[in-house]
């Protein structure tokens, strides 16, 4: 009888394990991600101002903080956010740094004569084709609005960043932190870099 009843239970025990086995695979894989990004503007700018000061302030446009899912599927539970509270004093002490190495002294009140207001209209994460099934291949976008209004008048800049990134599996959250990371990065390069808004903010 005790020979009958292992034999017995085995398959059931094995049976089980194989209808769990993709419920916890399904359950891995709809994880969401929560990045901590970490933009650098890096070192390599224009030295344009003489000490000014420039009013600076730094503000998510997003709808959402929701960047994609790692699925690609608009409806998956596998989320990849960035947080306002976590991205936007980022940008904000990057967008610091990049006025003092271009010669400009940035305050946060508005008793200056520029103001500077840098956004963050969009931050994307989502598969190259839309009816894709699966994500194995995805287009990231960062665009940031830039404003400077000074006695001269207001100019505003549009300053975007892309990047495709094929995948041979799913990438983790440091391999998406890393990536989202470095577009943000390009994204703030390009802004600072720009002739039209170094003059703007120098007259």
């Given at each position: 009888?005790?020979?009958?009843?292992t034999?017995?239970?085995?398959?059931a025990?094995a049976?089980v394990?194989?209808?769990?086995?993709p419920?916890?695979m399904?359950g891995c894989?709809q994880s969401?991600?929560?990045?901590?990004v970490?933009?650098?503007?890096?070192?390599?700018?224009?030295?344009?101002?003489?000490?000014q000061?420039?009013?600076l302030s730094?503000?998510d446009?997003?709808r959402s903080?929701v960047?994609?899912?790692?699925?690609g599927?608009?409806?998956?539970?596998?989320?990849?956010?960035?947080?306002?509270?976590?991205?936007?004093?980022?940008l904000?002490?990057?967008?610091?740094?990049?006025l003092?190495r271009?010669?400009?002294s940035?305050?946060?009140?508005?008793?200056?004569?520029a103001?500077?207001t840098?956004?963050?209209?969009?931050l994307?994460?989502?598969?190259?084709?839309a009816?894709?099934?699966?994500?194995?291949?995805?287009?990231?976008?960062?665009?940031l609005?830039a404003q400077?209004a000074?006695?001269?008048g207001?100019?505003?800049?549009?300053?975007?960043a892309?990047?495709?990134?094929?995948?041979a599996?799913?990438?983790d959250?440091?391999?998406?932190?890393?990536?989202v990371?470095?577009?943000l990065s390009?994204a703030?390069?390009?802004?600072?870099s720009?002739?039209?808004?170094?003059r703007?903010?120098?007259?």
């Amino acid at each position: 009888m005790r020979r009958l009843i292992t034999v017995r239970t085995r398959p059931a025990f094995a049976l089980v394990a194989l209808l769990m086995t993709p419920l916890l695979m399904i359950g891995c894989a709809q994880s969401p991600q929560i990045l901590q990004v970490k933009p650098d503007i890096g070192t390599d700018l224009p030295h344009t101002g003489s000490g000014q000061e420039i009013a600076l302030s730094v503000v998510d446009g997003r709808r959402s903080d929701v960047l994609g899912t790692r699925s690609g599927s608009p409806a998956s539970t596998s989320t990849i956010r960035v947080p306002a509270h976590d991205v936007i004093p980022k940008l904000q002490t990057q967008a610091e740094q990049a006025l003092r190495r271009m010669g400009f002294s940035p305050v946060e009140d508005g008793s200056a004569n520029a103001t500077l207001t840098l956004t963050l209209a969009d931050l994307s994460y989502a598969p190259v084709e839309a009816d894709a099934p699966l994500l194995d291949a995805a287009q990231l976008q960062a665009v940031l609005h830039a404003q400077v209004a000074n006695d001269g008048g207001t100019y505003t800049g549009t300053y975007t960043a892309k990047r495709k990134q094929s995948f041979a599996i799913k990438p983790d959250w440091d391999s998406n932190n890393r990536m989202v990371s470095d577009l943000l990065s390009n994204a703030l390069r390009r802004a600072f870099s720009d002739p039209e808004l170094s003059r703007q903010l120098k007259d």
